[in-house]
């Protein structure tokens, strides 16, 4: 993909756009970890810094509490060697950027994009605690994809508003791929409730397939119904989900 389509599909304001390739040998100077370097070296063809939104660009206030902060949110374009380290990638980058960011990652014929979860340290610089990405799209969708995310539809009470905004709207999209449900809000709490429910779920089912003691497998289906039942709970919170999976 051409960044200029994407900064007008993203309908990023003008003041905002940055647009400009960040060289590795720029980035390789504030990376500590060997297996970092090996990663931005292995699976990065390119970065480009998209857009950059503080409240000087964009008149949306900044937001801050002792475990958040929001004083910019930066959006990257990444084109990558190998799919899997995508979100790599994205932890790679949190490390060395002081800022909430999105970024969006390009491998071959797909994309995809990312958020994250941070918590503020004292140095006021945030600690990556959790990462949201959105389904993996062909190239060929992303005008829609991101015309449908454009910035002009998006919370703009605060930056923090703003990023949560779009964040929100990524899960949305993965919940609905992954639990087969159109889902109208999910928050981050509640994906990660889903991921952790559907986690519990597969091991249950796993040793439930192993298990000999038939008292100790009737105990565990039971478990499982609960858990299952839990899972449904949420989805109806999210989307009013109605998915009968076995």
């Known amino acids: 993909m051409d960044t200029k389509d994407i900064v007008r599909w993203w309908q990023f304001p003008a003041a905002t756009v940055i647009n400009k390739n960040l060289p590795k040998t720029q980035v390789f100077p504030h990376i500590r970890d060997a297996k970092d370097k090996k990663l931005l070296t292995d699976a990065v063809q390119s970065i480009y810094m998209l857009a950059d939104f503080k409240p000087e660009n964009t008149n949306i206030p900044a937001f801050q509490s002792d475990e958040e902060l929001y004083s910019e949110v930066w959006f990257y374009y990444v084109k990558t060697k190998e799919n899997e380290k995508s979100e790599k990638i994205y932890r790679l980058l949190s490390k060395i950027i002081p800022y909430p960011i999105v970024v969006l990652t390009e491998f071959q014929d797909e994309f995809r994009l990312y958020t994250g979860r941070s918590v503020r340290q004292s140095t006021d610089f945030l600690k990556l605690i959790r990462i949201y990405p959105s389904p993996s799209y062909s190239v060929e969708r ?3 994809i991101l015309e449908n995310l454009a910035v002009s539809k998006l919370p703009r009470s605060s930056l923090k508003t703003l990023y949560d905004g779009l ?8 919940t609905a791929v992954q639990f087969g449900v ?3 809000t999910v928050t981050t709490y509640e994906k990660d409730r889903l991921d ?4 519990r779920i597969e091991t249950l089912r796993k040793k439930i397939k192993g298990e000999r003691q038939l008292n100790r497998k009737i105990e565990m289906q039971m478990e499982l119904k609960k ?3 839990e899972l449904q709970s949420v989805l109806k919170k999210t989307g009013r989900g109605n998915d009968e999976r076995k």
Not at 167 to 174: D, K, N, W
Not at 196 to 199: A, I, N, R
């Open 142 to 144: 992303a005008p829609k």
């Open 167 to 174: 964040q929100s709207e990524i899960t949305q999209q993965l």
């Open 182 to 184: 159109r889902a109208e």
């Open 196 to 199: 952790e429910l559907s986690k």
């Open 227 to 229: 858990r299952k039942d």
